[in-house]
């Protein structure tokens, strides 16, 4: 989920607005708002018995940094799309 959130959202957030604080801070709040969701989703389920994502007796170290390094592709694209976007608005001297 976290995944899909920042490649359907990232870029875009980028490019669409001016301003490259507040597209930054738009990405990570809807990130989070999935990473909450999806880690409740499998914490819940690993308490039913599915250890598929979360072993009873390990700390979930490679989930964290998996979580942070697609985090950080995340910020990574919405500076590549303010570039971009800010490219798009540049007026061209004549």
């Known amino acids: 989920m976290i ?3 920042t490649v359907l959202l990232a870029f875009p957030l980028g490019y669409l607005l001016r301003s490259h604080l507040a597209a930054n801070v ?3 709040i809807a990130y989070l708002w999935a990473f ?5 989703y499998l914490t819940l389920s690993s308490f039913g018995g599915d250890e598929s994502a979360f072993s009873k007796n390990e ?3 490679s989930y964290g940094l998996v979580a942070a390094a697609i985090f950080a ?8 799309g303010h570039r971009l976007g800010a490219r798009r608005t540049e007026r061209v001297p004549s």
């Open 73 to 80: 592709v995340g910020f990574g694209l919405v500076s590549l």
């Open 36 to 40: 909450t969701f999806q880690t409740l």
């Open 59 to 61: 700390f979930p170290l």
């Open 26 to 28: 738009a990405y990570a």
């Open 3 to 5: 995944a899909v959130v």
